[in-house]
């Protein structure tokens, strides 16, 4: 099993890194374009801003090897931002376009609705989980939630649920595609049993 994490130079590569060394599984990070179809599953991580991330991945052709990997049938999860950056588009200072391989949106936290809750949404969080492989042995998990923004899709995509003031959409599947918003690295044991069942996919 060999498994790539996507360096664009927005993600928190290192302690993605050391959380697949913590699970017993080896994992490089890659950020060559040409490189990617080599590995079985790829992690795409990532912190910072929507636009920014986008102009690297096709700077560099990320994006078009991202989109191959996708259509080849091999898993990939998206992180934080690279679960974000899954979608069609975003409203993060502007309007940007996604990589599009999941239908729908990124938009910002209603602060009309937020009832003081401040933003971004910062800290430990419950997500309530469909029946899905990612999450054999994993019920109801709290995680480690970083992020102002966050996906609106159609249902049939969503595995799993979040509630900060409102309820949104904290993780996504599509045939062979994941999306996770929190940040499974830093979640402890649930977030380490969630890459565990993500390399047994």
């Not at 409102?166 to 049993?193: I, W």
């Amino acid at each position: 099993m060999k498994i790539g994490i996507v360096d664009y130079n927005m993600g928190n590569l290192a302690s993605v890194n050391n959380a697949f060394k913590k699970i017993g599984t080896e994992a490089e990070i890659v950020n060559d374009a040409d490189k990617l179809k080599n590995y079985d599953k790829l992690v795409f991580p990532g912190v910072g801003a929507f636009g920014d991330a986008m102009e690297h991945l096709r700077e560099t052709n990320l994006d078009e090897a991202m989109k191959e990997f996708v259509k080849s049938g091999k898993y990939v999860i998206g992180v934080c931002l690279g679960m974000q950056l899954l979608f069609e588009s975003s409203e993060e200072f502007g309007k940007h376009k996604g990589l599009g391989i999941i239908e729908g949106n990124v938009v910002k936290f209603d602060k009309n609705k937020m009832q003081g809750h401040k933003i971004p949404h910062m800290g430990w969080n419950k997500m309530f989980v469909k029946n899905d492989a990612l999450f054999e042995g994993v019920n109801d998990p709290y995680l480690y939630f970083v992020h102002s923004y966050h996906v609106v899709c159609d249902k049939k995509y969503i595995i799993g649920k979040t509630i900060y003031e409102y309820e949104f959409v904290s993780a996504v599947n599509k045939d062979n595609v994941y999306g996770f918003q929190p940040h499974p690295e830093k979640s402890h044991n649930a977030g380490l049993k969630i890459l565990e069942n993500f390399v047994k996919l």
